[in-house]
């Protein structure tokens, strides 16, 4: 069985956390488990999750089940780059991943990533995703909780995946979509796309009335929505949606 790094909810995991604090800025680490295990990783970037392993376990899982050589990923709020990073290794040097994030200082270390792990098959493209094409506004919360909001502090891209695959890439086979409260926007704006392929979906909802809404538009395109696991916190929800024919 493969190790994995205690929780930070036990006294083991908050013990070996601890020393971490004194690490330099800009330092690059190996990873130390789970399917990335390895891969240098930019400690600061982030919480210290990802590079100890432990990031989003259930979501990995379910990941590295439906996600095959060759495929064609889009990564719809790549954060700092880590599960693109997993998409990368998953596809190959025969997929292909896009790596969608509009904050600069994201696709920073997005880049360095990439760099340090000589990853290839990762495309990035700076900008947010919706219904529309153009600019909004960005509301920038922290690394790893901002959106598009009317009263934000920074002006940011705007491209719909219909319009993205207009312009001639290649349609995803892969969905994955964390873009903390854009969903319904985004879906929207994809829609010409999942009819065009029906690609799997792994979907994560801020709120619930935007969950309710993302599972009805989901259902209605003939996708099966299933949780990924326990529900947690009411304002988050992760699913995996697979198309069901119809």
């Known amino acids: 069985m493969a190790w994995r790094f205690p929780s930070h909810r036990s006294r083991a995991g908050r013990i070996l956390r601890a020393p971490l604090r004194l690490l330099p800025s800009g330092v690059d680490l190996p990873i130390l488990s789970g399917p990335l295990r390895g891969a240098r990783w930019v400690v600061e970037s982030t919480n210290v999750s990802c590079w100890l392993g432990a ?8 990941i590295q089940r ?3 050589r060759g495929d064609v990923v889009y990564d719809l709020g790549a954060h700092v780059g880590y599960l693109s ?3 990368s290794r998953l596809t190959g040097e025969e997929g292909v991943v896009y790596a969608f994030e509009p904050d600069e200082e994201n696709c920073g270390f997005v880049r360095r990533h990439l760099e340090l792990n000589g990853v290839r098959n990762v495309r990035i493209v700076q900008t947010a995703v919706s219904q529309e094409v153009g600019t909004a506004t960005f509301l920038r919360h922290s690394s790893a909780k901002g959106g598009l909001h009317p009263d934000g502090d920074q ?4 491209v719909s995946l219909n319009a ?3 312009s001639g890439a290649p349609l995803p086979d892969v969905i994955k979509m964390d873009i903390e409260g854009a969903e319904s926007y985004a879906l929207l704006g994809a829609r010409e796309t999942l009819r065009a392929k029906h690609p799997i979906i792994f ?5 619930v009335e935007m969950h309710e809404w993302c599972v009805r538009f989901l259902q209605g395109m003939s996708y099966r929505v299933t949780p990924l696991g326990e529900r947690g916190a009411a304002h988050r929800m992760e699913v995996i ?3 069901e024919g119809g």
């Open 66 to 68: 439906h996600v095959r």
């Open 241 to 243: 949606a697979t198309f």
């Open 155 to 158: 002006t940011v891209s705007v």
């Open 85 to 87: 990073l997993l998409f």
């Open 164 to 166: 993205f695959v207009a």
């Open 203 to 207: 979907l994560s909802t801020h709120g």
């Open 55 to 62: 990031y989003e376990s259930r979501q990995l899982r379910a």
